[in-house]
Nanobody, 124 residues
Framework: VQLQASGGGLVQAGGSLRLSCAATGRTFSGYGMAWFRQAPGKEREFVAGISGSGVLTFYADSVKGRFTISRDNAKNTVYLQMNSLKPEDTAVYYC??????????????????WGKGTQVTVSS
């Protein structure tokens, strides 16, 4: 599975962005998908996850109520809608795929495939 994230950019605090992650390769719906992020000087952290069918979604406490993860299996794409952005959301965002996605907090080592990140910068 190859993953390509896009949609990052510079936005003012309170604004919105939508990230996309396009997948190629094996059956997309067979994989749980997740978004992680890594801020400068910090460890990579979990942001949001979604089951293969899209029925189950889960979020880090820091983004609950502001971010929404979704997927379109017909388009082999997972999305992260980010609203009410804060400067502390500034990070490189990565999408990842797992054959077995562990809820509610997937571990980095449990993800089988990673895409290259996309930079999100939120100005105050």
């Amino acid at each position: 599975v190859q993953l390509q994230a896009s949609g990052g950019g510079l936005v003012q605090a309170g604004g919105s962005l939508r990230l996309s992650c396009a997948a190629t390769g094996r059956t997309f719906s067979g994989y749980g998908m997740a978004w992680f992020r890594q801020a400068p000087g910090k460890e990579r952290e979990f942001v949001a996850g979604i089951s293969g069918s899209g029925v189950l979604t889960f979020y880090a406490d820091s983004v609950k109520g502001r971010f929404t993860i979704s997927r379109d299996n017909a388009k082999n794409t997972v999305y992260l809608q980010m609203n009410s952005l804060k400067p502390e959301d500034t990070a490189v965002y990565y999408c990842a795929a797992a054959e077995t996605l562990v809820a509610p907090m997937p571990d980095l080592n449990g993800m089988n495939y990673w895409g290259k990140g996309t930079q999100v910068t939120v100005s105050s």
